[in-house]
């Protein structure tokens, strides 16, 4: 089982800020096999990006992943008052399918 | 618009048994994979069980294999997992999340865009 940990668990920024969240695999997942995930409290998760770089539907420029391997990144240029929410990022190279912890976005 | 919607949670006793269902509309359902993630009271997302579109092709967590059973009625657009031998760890929101990225109706791939509301499984005595 490949298993994702994420840093920080929690990350402490302000509006307008840069954020930048990483996700380390236990072992080596390629590079198309990776994707990150935006959850609001009460809500279902949203999918960000998928295939480690690809933008989903309707997603905003200001989100962008990269990484290969066994490290990835999700950053999030100048966070806006409604990213502030909890990320995970997910592998799909091997069954089964894992997520990571989670990192929490919250308003410094 | 694609819509997921989950139905059939609720109380049960430790070792009882639930039928979760998720009916679907808004895509093409026989050709889509289609996953069941929960998410355990304040906890973070874990994936559970998927299935492939013609229903061939079937996976599971280690966590529920031999006591879940995911399916599928393409005639009704409709998943289940039929879930026994319940335990209080089972506790979660369940999802149903649908693959965007599976080659083919056969394949599973994992990445899921779009999530139902979720119905909340609780297991306690």
């Known amino acids: 089982e490949v298993e994702l940990t994420q840093s920080p668990a929690t990350l402490s920024l302000s509006p307008g800020d840069r954020a930048t969240l990483f996700c380390r695999a236990s072992?080596?997942?390629?590079?198309?096999?990776f994707s990150w995930y935006q959850q609001k409290p009460g809500q279902a998760p949203r999918l960000l990006i998928y295939?480690?770089?690809i933008r989903a539907t309707g997603v905003p420029a200001r989100f962008s992943g990269s990484g290969s391997g066994t490290d990835f990144t999700l950053t999030i240029s100048s966070l806006q008052p409604e990213d502030f929410a909890v990320y995970y990022c997910?592998?799909?190279?091997?069954?089964?399918?894992?997520f990571g912890g989670g990192t929490k976005v919250e308003i410094k | 618009e694609v819509q997921l919607l989950e139905s059939g949670g609720g109380l049960e006793q430790p070792g009882g048994s639930l039928r979760l269902s998720c009916a679907a509309s808004?895509?093409?359902?026989?050709?889509?994979?289609i996953s069941w993630v929960r998410q355990a009271p304040g906890k973070g997302l874990e994936w559970v069980s998927a299935?492939?579109?013609?229903?061939?092709?079937?996976y599971y967590a280690d966590s529920v294999k031999g006591r879940f059973t995911i399916s599928r009625d393409n005639s009704k657009n409709t998943l289940f997992l039929q879930m026994s031998s319940l335990r209080a760890e089972d506790t979660a929101v369940y999802y149903c999340?649908?693959?965007?990225?599976?080659?083919?109706?056969?394949?599973?791939?994992?990445?899921?865009?779009?999530w139902g509301q979720g119905t909340l499984v609780t297991v306690s005595s």
């Open positions: 299935i492939s579109g013609t229903g061939y092709n079937t």
């Open positions: 808004g895509f093409t359902f026989s050709t889509s994979a």
């Open positions: 295939a480690t770089s």
């Open positions: 997910q592998q799909d190279y091997s069954f089964p399918l894992t």
């Open positions: 072992q080596s997942v390629g590079g198309s096999y």
């Open positions: 999340a649908k693959d965007g990225q599976s080659p083919d109706a056969r394949m599973v791939r994992g990445v899921f865009d779009y």
